[in-house]
């Protein structure tokens, strides 16, 4: 499974961006899809994912302000980023789970992206 994430990009502290994610290859709708975020000098740490069922999980410093949505036909994941802070500012990664569950442990996803660059600027 191949994950390629797009969207980075510089916004003013309040702004909005939007991250997408394709998935290829070995592919299922039966996956988690997800977000993590890694701040210089801090670690991974868990943003937002989507079952296999399409529920919703958030990290409590983005829930309100993100949301999270998937598209199974397209194998795509998206994170709708809005009332952006300048602590969102980090290296954002999408994530997928072969077991369909979500968890916020970041060494239980099977597949990585490459990353995608936010910057939010006060």
């Known amino acids: 499974v191949q994950l390629q994430a797009s969207g980075r990009g510089l916004v003013q502290a309040g702004g909005s961006l939007t991250l997408s994610c394709a998935a290829s290859g070995r592919t299922s709708s039966l996956y988690a899809l997800g977000w993590f975020r890694q701040a210089p000098g801090k670690e991974r740490e868990f943003v937002s994912a989507s079952s296999w069922t399409g529920a919703p999980y958030y990290a409590d410093s983005v829930k309100g302000r993100f949301t999270i949505s998937r598209d199974n036909a397209k194998n795509t994941v998206k994170l709708q980023m809005n009332s952006l802070k300048v602590e969102d500012t980090a290296v954002y990664y999408c994530?997928?789970?072969?077991?369909?569950?979500?968890?916020?442990?970041?060494?239980?996803?099977?597949?990585w992206g490459q990353g995608t660059l936010v910057t939010v600027s006060s």
């Open positions: 994530a997928a789970r072969v077991s369909g569950y979500v968890t916020a442990a970041r060494f239980e996803y099977d597949y």
